[in-house]
Each structure stands twice: as C-alpha cells, then as structure tokens.
C-alpha cells in the first residue's frame, strides 16, 4: 500500500482557503471531519472528503490543514493503516496517547495571531463546533462557517450522491408500525414539552419510517431528514423513490390518514431554510428537539432559547431497545451467519495448505456462503481479512497491494458481518490452520478469558456498559498487555453495525445504562505490530439474570450470545483456563452444536456440519 | 436519634428571604450546599448551616428551601441516617437512584413562573454555579447572589470561627520545603502562562507552606488563602498566629530572603477585595489560575477572559504524588495504628462477652489505643462504630440515643482513623465476637474478594481509578448484591483522610490516573437496612508492578496495602475463595505479623501480640 500524494492537493486547498469566491476573509486552517451531513460513521464515496485530502480512508478520523502543516487525528485502530496511507505532508495524531495534543491545543500552538479557522457547518456536529469555538476564541482565533465546502471545489471528480430504491419492512421485522412509532415519540415529546422533533441521523429516519435503503455501503439507509411535530410529519428526501407505489403504499402517502399522520414529501436540499421557517414562526416557550450531534448548521437554525439539545435523541434509545420481533430476527440471522461461517472455515481448514487462499479470495468466500442465506441484502461492513502482520492492523481492509496468502504458519483473523432483512450480524473468529505457537496460544487464551469475562458478567440493573470495560482487560493486564480499543459497540437490527447509545469502553461515560433487549458487541483483542493480531467478537443480547439475592429489588441483567460460531479449541491454553471459563466454553460449543447443527442440517450442508461437530467437541482440562 | 424539628426555623427563613434588608429582591428558593468558603468537605462549627436548618449531618447534602418546600440531596451512605434526623417538613432526595430529580429539575417543577433562587456565592462552587443557572434560566428563573447568608441571620446562637495555633512540619516529614514547592508551582505556571495562582482549598494552603492547623476537626487545617503570583507570595490568615516566633521561622517572615519568596501575610477576610485588585490590574494575556470548584465570589474576582479554570489544581496533583519521605511516614502511621487496632481487638474479645462495651466505649478505647502512639494528634474522622443494625447506615456515628452494646451474637463493624505528624489513617474491620452465621459469613467473603480483586489488580500506567470500581463489585454482583457507595478515595499524607484528585468509584470519570505514589482507600461493602453491615477497608499505595510483558512498553501499576491489620478469620467461608485469593490473605496475614508484630514486641504488648498470632494464623483450604 503506497500513500497518497498529495502536494498538489494540499497546494489547491490553501488557495482556495484564500479565494474569495469561496471565503469571505480568508482562513488559516480549514478542518475535514470525517463525517457527512448527517454524522454518520459510515459515509457515500461523495463524502468521503477526509479521504480524499489524504489519502487515509478508515472510518474515524479528522484532517486539519493550515498554511503550514496538515494534521490528522486517528485512534488506535487506524495508526498503523493512517501512517502507511498519508504521505509525509501529513503528521499523524495519535488520540488516547498522553503526548498527543487536542485539535484545538494543536491549532493555537501554530496559527498566527487572529486567525480565522473554516469548518463546513453542515458537516460539523453542533457540539464539536461548540468546544472547539470556545477554545479558539479563547486563545484569539475565530471558528467560521465556510459555506461551500472547499473540499467540493478542487475535488473535480466527485461522485453523485446516490439516491437508491427503498426496501420496505413488514410488522414481521419491525414488530411495531411506523404509525405507532410516531406517536411513541409525540409522547417522549410532551413528556419534554417540546413541540418539534427533527430527525438528523440516517438510521433514525429509517428506523422511525420502517424503511431501508442502500445509498451508504453497508450500511442499509437513505439520504433524508425527517421533522416531526405534534400534528405534522415531514420528510425530506429526494429522487423518484417516493414514486413507487409499494411505498406510497408503506407510507400512506395516497390515503385518507388523520391529518397528524399525513407524511409531506419534501426535497432533500430543502431542510434548511424548512428548518429556518419553523424556527422563525415558534411562539414562547414552543422547544425543537435536536441531537447535540446535530450539524451546526441545523442547530444554528433555531434560535437558541428554543432549542432542546441531547446527547441521545429519543429514537436513539427506543431503537436500541430490539422488541421481540427483532429480537427473533436478530437470532435467525445469526444462525444463517453461523452457518455461512462454518461453510466458510470447513473450506479454508481444506484450502489454506494448499498455499491459493489470499486474504481477499477469504473474504470474497465468506461473502459468497453469506449471500447464500435467505433474506441476504449486503455485507454490514468491509470484511476485515487479515492474516499474520496484517492482524495487527485493528481496521485492515485487504487491498491488492497488501494482500497475503494465508497459511498454516501464520494466524488468520477474520472480522466480518452482514445485513439479513431480519437482522445485521457483526463477528470475529482468530484461527490457526496449523500448529499455533504457546505463545500465540497464551496471547489467545487472555482474549478469551477476557471475552468470557463480559459475557457471563452478570450486573444490576442501570449499569452502564463502560463500567463492564476493565472485565475484558483483566487476564491482559495481569501480565502486562492490553488492547487500545474499546470492548464493545451497539448494534442495530437490519440497520447500522455500530450505535448508539450504548456500549462497552473506557472510554465513554456518556453511554445510557443497558436495558434487557439492547444488543452490543464483546470483542477483546490483543495484537503485536508486525506480528499477528487477535480478537475475539461475538454479539450479545442483554437479558434479565437469575440471581440467588436481589438487592433493593433491582434486579440483575447478563448477556445472552446470539453469534453461534466455534471458537478454535486449538487455540486455547486449557492450564490458564478456570474450571468456570472451561464450562463457559464448553456449554457455547454445545449451544452451537444444537442450533446450527440444525439448521446445517435442515439445509443439508454435511460436510460443515461435520467440521461443527468437530470443532464444539468439549474441551478438556489437563489438571 | 428524634429528628430536629424545623418548623420555626424554615418560618423564620421563609421571613428573611422576602426581608429586603438581606435581599434586594425576595427569593422564592433558597439553596443551603453542606461546604464552607473553601469547599471542604469537613467543616467547622459555624459552617454547619445545613445541619443547623435540617438536623442532618452527615458529610454530604444540599438542602433547598422553598415557599412550600424544604428537600434535601444526599447520597446513599446517608439515606438512613438522613431520614432519622430529619422531621416531616422535609423531603429526602436520595441521589443515584433513578427516579430522584436533581436540584434544578426539582426547582422548576416547584417554582412559580420568574422565580429567584438565592444561594451564598462564597459558599457555592463556580462550577456548580454556572450548571444551576444555566438550567434555571432556560425556565425562565434567575440565580441570585445573596451577599448576607440567610442561615446566619437567624442562626442566633453560631459558634465562632476558628483560629486555633499552627504546626511546622521539618523536611523529614515533608521531603520538600515550601520554596521548592513554590519553585515547582511557578514552574507549572509558566508551563500553562498563568501569571496568578489562587489557592482555595484549605489543605492545599496547609500542603504548601509545610503547615498543619486544627481549625476543622478531623483535618489538621486552618482558615487561610493564598494568592502565588511569578514574583509575589500572599498568605491571608486571621489571629496572632502569624506572631509565633517558631512560625515566622518557618516561612522565614523576617529573614531578608530574596523577594520572590517574601510572604505578605494578609487579613483573611480581604481575600475578595486583594482578588478584586488583582483582577482589575491584569493586561491581556495574563491569566488566573483557580480551580473551577473555588467559590463563586472569587472566581467572578476575576474577569472572564483572564481566568484560567481546571477541576484539579497543580498543588492538588502534585500532593496526592507522595514522595519517598511522605510514603515511609504513611508506612510508619500505619504500622502504629495498627498496633492500637491489635490491643483494641484484643480487650474488645475479652470485654464484649461480659455486656458492657458499648459502641461509644469501643470507639473511646480505640481512641485511648490510638493516643498512646507517638505522633498522634487527633482522629482522621469520627469514628463510626457500629453493631448489628447501625452497621448498615453507612457512615453511622453512635451517640447515646443510638448507642448499642456490642454483643457475641452481632456483627461489629469499626470505621476509623487517625492523625499522626507522620501520616493519616484510616480502616475498616468487620468482626464477629460469637459465631457467625453462614449467611453472614457468605456476604463477607464477597466483600472480601472485591476488597482482594481491587487490591492485587494490576493495571497500565494511565489507568484512572473508575475503571477498577467494578472488580470490587463483582463478585457481589454474581449473587445479585451491591453496595450503594464508592470503592476508595485518595488520602492526604497527615492531611484530610479523603482527597482528590484519585479515588475508585463509577459515579466520577474525571479523576487523574493512578500514579505510582498515589493512596487510596479500598473499601468495598454490604449492607442490610436494619440488619448488619460489612466493610473492608485498607489504605493502599499505588506501586509498580512486575509483568511477565510489558505492551507498548507502558509499565504497570499495583498496589500495596499501607494498613496491616488482620482480617477476621472467623468471618470468611474459605470455600467460596479461589487458590489465588486464599494466598493473598495468608501472605498479608504474614506481612501483619512480621510488621506489625515486630512493633508490639518493641512496644512490649505481649498480649496484642498473642492475639495478632492467632488471629493470622494461615486458612485452610477444605476442598
């Protein structure tokens, strides 16, 4: 993988941060964030802007480009990847370290007295704009919105934002309608007494309408926003999609609804000056809920005495919670996934030694088994197909140039889900195809014991996920390793692999408590630069725990596995196991010998059944 | 324990908060913090208004008085006693559950429409401040400033304000003198190009001038501030201490020193003019530093672009890092409090048989133990002793109304500490005199494996102190029990026995890391309302810890236990601990008896010593 280089690119962007065409003043620094228009994770090729200035493309990250210098701002999943993809003019920040500067410290340690800083108000969440304004301001410098984006303007073959067909979800996936999702949300909003909602987060609309789309890869959305107000219903969203009849149908845009259930169409483009027009006619004391994740440009549109800001907006919470119908979907679509993987690891354990399998010939394999599956829509994300070195790139996507044979020599870990129409599965198996080492053996068993750790963990209710992190780290840290990421993301159901509002990481405090239905993931890792990477992920459910007491009435809750796929027993130091982590394995082994067994052998896979059978058979201690 | 009754007194503060002659206009609420003008936690006498308006004392509480209302916030290791000692005109807020509104949801659901909430703006952190109001203005209510404090006004028997004689500690308690402290904090001002430092807190005035006082009781303090700028050393402190030859000695009041180490020596109650004079005296660019919990009253002292706020202040890191001096005077403090803890239990298990200690008695024969050890000033806390169901209101303390005789058929449980000129203690043991029963000795032994999984835990340097709250809770977590409180506090080197800015509990996120010679308590529990409470609490010094790795070559922290006193044998269920677990208690046993038996056999306490062979005799594992 060479890096990208970008002397001339960065050569056009400072001229244009001084072109008055663009800019009214001039400005020192203009920042990229990573996100689109609606701070997403997951963005179209047309934002990928971040990308495009430097060449670094994972999913988190934010370039700031001055006069003199281009920074870039990455965690520890992309350290390694952002240094190989940006060429020297760029200088990498690396976040979570102790040395590294904040963007805003950075800024005032190198602009010029006074100097203006351009952002693209639609692409920067209120709250990001918010603190870094505040420090600016507070060192003498000045935070401006620069309305065209300037990246737009030298990046001459942009793509098209895409505008794709919709799919339409029955109550058999959603287990609610839209209908009554709205009033739902008409509640929690005279519950706060506000008057609007406006719905900036792609996977919020698409939640909130049943709907899905396919204009962001992986993950199953469409470009629109959507306002909600106590009588009204708009939603803005652009090509002839709204044509079709099946969602006209969906929508009920041609019948006779109540008025407060009448959906207006409106364009996509149009939400600002919408927004504006709300904003400019609410009496005293009308409030308009937004996300504090909100563009700033939204956010600026209501006067601030009438806004109404949260880090989590009620869609965010109510769509974390699976009801029972999604709860089901979620379980069939990890058993087809399961049996996808078995079909997978039955045929790599048969080709690796013969020295043919590369890491994208796997990965393409493991999409084939995939899209096999009834209701298969799309992978969930960019399968992460890695094997030896290239573990230890936490996000490593394999690309021709980096792509490796596997072998029976090196281990293999593969991190890759997909989207069913009942449901998104998100999993990692590590394996070895031939003899691991006692030392990949004992990194293995760690991870493991740290996976297990959450797993069975059983807690009170009203935890929050973070305070679960330092279970997945303790076998690590006992011997002085550990893994810099956090243990676990929310996951959605048919919708986008990583949400909110909650988790599993150190690094949030932020995170709503779990609540029985809420679906994270657990995946500990441990990886070595330039040696090989580990990690361990299944998806979990959390449900209510049968404890012997019940302090204050609170009740407990602990994680139910939904992923159902072996983990290598060859890998495992059974000595560092206690005898409960063993039962733990043992007992998950059986689980998915009984599930998936079945369903391999309802579709009549007996060969992958076979190598299930195998692989679950009980581990035994050495003591 | 009856409640005070406060119906004559909520009348007369209803009176004042219309009287113009302390307000200018009325105030509809009035908000009561439990702090002084320094934001201690303990307070003297005359700061006591909390207590003096509601009857309860605990260490913790706002209290809020309306037209119609009076409520009072407290947390959960006051909600028994909280009730107990408050009538019926009040009503408990018990903050951390989930239903509890905070202050200022409270007050706009009471208030009428414009209100004006009062609150004493020395008494009220900045912080705490500007959150209030910012919440009661977006609902239309005002924050108001009253200069006089309300509760004075009507509190016509207040005690006086300390000023008691000062203590000079020498370099041999220290290992650092105030220059070079001085030295050090100028240095980090220059680091952060703040040209003022505002020292608030009383034990960081006491930390850098080397000074210990007796102002508050339990924290050797005294009413002072100080103000440190690049050139210029202002102490403001009352009373003819400042007279003392030996004190003038010590801060070299009449030496000719060079001048940027000449103390002015100022009237304490004109801190807020000298601030004013400060502040109207600043060019651009020049900053004040003040911590962001420093009194309302001072930080508007200074203008809003001049002030430089953080949550912990560079005297307040800087002394929780204890150095090599400090470390082995915290050593030695503990080792002879240990010796007053082994002669205690020792004529507490030939006494409390015969009926007639009482838990006032057992605390006056602690303190009498603890007296007769070389150094000790005066206690760390009140004690809190406590059987059978007192030992399960949190941070009980027995007065004659309460007052219960310790029995061989009760659990016991001793929360105390001390002062000595060498160091500040503070442990927690959980005895049974009889034989207790299986049940109880089921809940100790959870106790017990959080107190031992926070207590060996090993973790990366840069770990904070929250991420370590869930190993103590784990294992009552298994069997769906709790306790409502922290796990540990940083501790003061003979200063306050609780202190920033490191401690172990899920409610904070914003503590410093652990740092190798950081003290914290461990000190996890259980408790049954009206039945029993256990605690286990060790002191512990944050130590290097040997890894068999050492990932991205970051090092690892553990722990030392400072306090060496046995744990009750009798009270564990050995089958409930791991091999692991059951070593740790035999080698601290070990450790006590070597230690701390050497010290007995010094002292000539041959009995105490007999008791402390027994009672570390090695368990025995049953399996």
Redesign the interface.
């Known amino acids: 993988m060479s890096p990208k280089i970008t002397t001339e690119l960065l050569k056009q962007l400072r001229q244009v941060m001084k072109n008055p065409r663009y800019v009214q003043e001039p400005v020192q620094a203009y920042i990229v964030p990573s996100g689109d228009a609606h701070q997403s994770e997951y963005i179209a090729p047309c934002d990928c802007r971040r990308a495009f200035i430097s060449g670094f493309d994972g999913s988190a990250g934010t370039a700031i480009v001055t006069e003199q210098h281009a920074a870039m701002w990455t965690d520890g999943r992309y350290f390694l990847q952002a240094a190989h993809q940006m060429d020297s003019n760029w200088t990498l920040m690396k976040m979570g370290l102790?040395d590294t500067p904040t963007q805003e410290d950075w800024l005032v340690s190198v602009l010029p007295e006074g100097s203006k800083v351009g952002v693209d108000p639609f692409i920067i969440p209120a709250d990001q704009w918010k603190r870094m304004s505040k420090a600016l301001r507070?060192a003498g410098h000045d935070l401006v919105p620069v309305k065209e984006n300037l990246i737009d303007t030298i990046w001459t073959d942009c793509p098209q934002r895409p505008c794709k067909p919709l799919i339409m979800l029955d109550l058999s996936y959603t287990g609610v309608s839209w209908r009554d999702k709205i009033v739902a949300l008409r509640s929690k909003m005279a519950e706060r007494k506000v008057m609007w909602f406006v719905v900036t987060a792609l996977d919020e609309v698409a939640w909130l309408f049943n709907l899905r789309g396919s204009d962001v890869e992986y993950n199953p959305v469409f470009f629109a926003y959507a306002v909600i107000g106590m009588n009204t219903i708009r939603l803005f969203i652009d090509g002839d999609r709204m044509m079709d009849p099946a969602v006209r149908e969906h929508l009920q845009l041609d019948s006779t609804l109540e008025p407060e259930f009448r959906i207006q169409v409106m364009p996509y483009g149009s939400i600002l000056s919408e927004l504006q027009a709300v904003g400019a006619g609410l009496s005293p004391k009308e409030k308009v809920w937004l996300s504090d994740k909100a563009s700033y440009a939204l956010t600026e549109a209501i006067p601030k005495?009438y806004r109404y800001l949260t880090p989590y907006t009620p869609i965010c919470i109510a769509k974390a919670v699976k009801n029972a119908a999604e709860t089901e979907g979620m379980r069939r679509a990890h058993i087809k996934d399961a049996v996808a993987l078995c079909e997978l690891f039955n045929w790599l354990e048969k080709e690796v030694p013969k020295g043919t399998v590369t890491e994208i010939v796997a990965a393409d394999k493991a999409e084939e088994f995939r899209s096999q599956q009834k209701d298969f829509v799309e992978l969930s994300f960019a399968t992460i197909s890695s094997t030896g070195p290239n573990g230890a790139i936490i996000h490593y996507k394999p690309v021709p140039e980096t792509n490796r044979t596997l072998s029976v020599n090196e281990i293999y870990l593969l991190d890759s889900g997909a989207q069913y129409k009942d449901g998104t599965t998100d999993v990692t198996r590590t394996m070895h195809f031939g003899t691991p080492s006692a030392y990949e053996k004992e990194c293995f068993t760690y991870v493991l014991k740290g996976h297990i750790a959450v797993s069975a963990?059983?807690?009170?209710n009203?935890t929050k996920g973070h305070?679960?992190?330092?279970?997945a780290r303790?076998a690590?840290?006992?011997?002085?390793?550990?893994y810099l990421h956090g243990t676990g993301h929310g996951v959605g159901s048919f919708l986008n692999v990583h949400e909110g509002p909650c988790g599993i990481s150190?690094k949030t405090?932020a995170d709503e408590p779990l609540e029985a239905g809420m679906i994270v993931s657990d995946e500990p890792g441990y990886y070595e630069d330039g040696s090989f990477g580990i990690r361990i992920e299944n998806v979990v459910l959390v449900i209510p725990?049968e404890?012997?007491?019940?302090?204050?009435n609170?009740g407990?809750l602990t994680f139910e596995p939904l992923t159902l796929v072996p983990i290598q027993t060859k890998m495992i130091d059974v000595n560092l196991l206690?005898e409960k982590e063993c039962n733990w394995v043992n007992e998950y082994h059986q689980k998915c010998r009984e599930v998936v067994g079945a369903e391999l052998e309802r579709q009549g896979r007996h060969e992958a059944l076979q190598w299930l059978l195998r692989e679950t058979e009980p581990l035994g201690r050495a003591q």
């Open positions: 102790k507070s005495a963990a059983i807690f009170p009203g305070l679960l992190d330092s279970f303790s690590l840290w006992d011997c002085g390793l550990d150190y405090f725990a404890t012997k007491y019940n302090f204050k609170r407990s206690t």
